[in-house]
């Protein structure tokens, strides 16, 4: 722990140097164009509509799956392959799907 690291010096005639021309331009902040005000004079937008929350259709019943009957789902395909290639995320969402009706 109490090793010193040793750095690398490089003699400075050795080293590349910033090369500069006369024909760089410097530019200071004091000479920046200003910015012009914004206007006081803003336009009023029409508030949104509310939205409503949307209510359920009569005589459907819209049950949301569990997770571990997802997960039992994705299981079965990967089963299915014989435990082998295939994606984890992808088996996941096809046994979303199934089991949402989609």
Do not use: F, H
Request: glycine share 6%.
């Amino acid at each position: 722990m109490g090793e010193k690291q040793s750095t690398l010096r490089v003699p400075k005639d050795l080293m590349p140097r910033k090369r500069t021309s006369e024909n760089d331009l410097i530019v200071s902040a004091a000479t920046l164009p200003r910015r012009q005000p914004v206007s006081a004079k803003r336009v009023k937008r029409a508030a949104s509509p509310a939205q409503k929350p949307l209510e359920p259709v009569a005589g459907v019943a819209v049950c949301e799956p569990s997770q571990d009957e997802i997960a039992r789902l994705a299981y079965s395909y990967w089963e299915a392959r014989g435990y082998a290639g295939g994606s984890p995320q992808e088996d996941w969402l096809r046994a979303q799907r199934e089991l949402r009706g989609n």
